[in-house]
C-alpha cells in the first residue's frame, strides 16, 4: 500500500542498466502452501530425487544464479513475508553465499519466515521502513503529476482520503 512494489522495480532498472542480471520472485499466499513455490519460474522442473533436503537447497540455488549468466544478480522477492519456509531458506542461502544482491519487500506488522527475519537481524541487507506519504508529499507529488500547484483543500482532502497511501491517491 505504500509503493514497496514500485520502487524494487525502479531499482531493476537502473541496475538493469548497469549491467546487472535480475530476477522477481513473488510470494503470495497460494504459492506458500508450496515448498519453493514462490521460485517455481526460476526453478527446473523435478529430473530425479535429490539425495538430500541440503543437496536439493544448493540445486535450486544453483539454478536460480545460473539466470544471470555470470553477472551480478538482483533478486526481488516481493511479499517475502508470504514466503514458505523452503523459499525462505533458499533465500538465504543464496543471500548468505553471496551470490545474488537482494531486494525483499515485506508489508509492516506481517510475521515474516524465520529465514527472512535473519536477513536484516544478521545485517545481510539493510531494512529500510517506506512510511505513508506526508502531506508535503502529497504537495510535491500532485504538483508534478498535475503540472503545477495544487490548491491546499485539495491537498487536504486527497492525504485525508488516502491517509498517504499512494495507491489510493
Known amino acids: 500500500g505504500v509503493g514497496k512494489t514500485r520502487l524494487a522495480f ?3 532498472t537502473v541496475v538493469a542498466d548497469r549491467g546487472y542480471a535480475t530476477a522477481h520472485v513473488r510470494a503470495n499466499r497460494s504459492t506458500a502452501t508450496i515448498p519453493y513455490g514462490a521460485f517455481a519460474s526460476l526453478l527446473p522442473p523435478a529430473s530425479r530425487a535429490p539425495e538430500s533436503r541440503g543437496d536439493l537447497l544448493r540445486s535450486f540455488a544453483e539454478a536460480v544464479l545460473e539466470h544471470a549468466g555470470g553477472r551480478p544478480l538482483l533478486l526481488v522477492v516481493d511479499d517475502a513475508h508470504d514466503l514458505d519456509e ?13 551470490g545474488v544482491f537482494p531486494l525483499v519487500t515485506v508489508r509492516t506488522g506481517e510475521p515474516a519466515p524465520e529465514s527472512v527475519v535473519m536477513l536484516w537481524k544478521d545485517e545481510l541487507l539493510q ?8 502531506v508535503a508529499d502529497i504537495v510535491m507529488l500532485t504538483s508534478d503529476v498535475l503540472g503545477g500547484p495544487v490548491d491546499g483543500t485539495t491537498v487536504h482532502a486527497l492525504w485525508t ?5 499512494v495507491l489510493f491517491l
Not at 482520503?161 to 497511501?165: F, I, Q
Open 10 to 12: 525502479e531499482c531493476v
Open 127 to 134: 531494512r529500510i521502513e517506506v512510511p505513508p506519504l506526508t
Open 86 to 98: 523452503a523459499s525462505a531458506a533458499l533465500l538465504l542461502h543464496l543471500v548468505v553465499g553471496g
Open 161 to 165: 482520503t488516502s491517509e498517504g497511501n
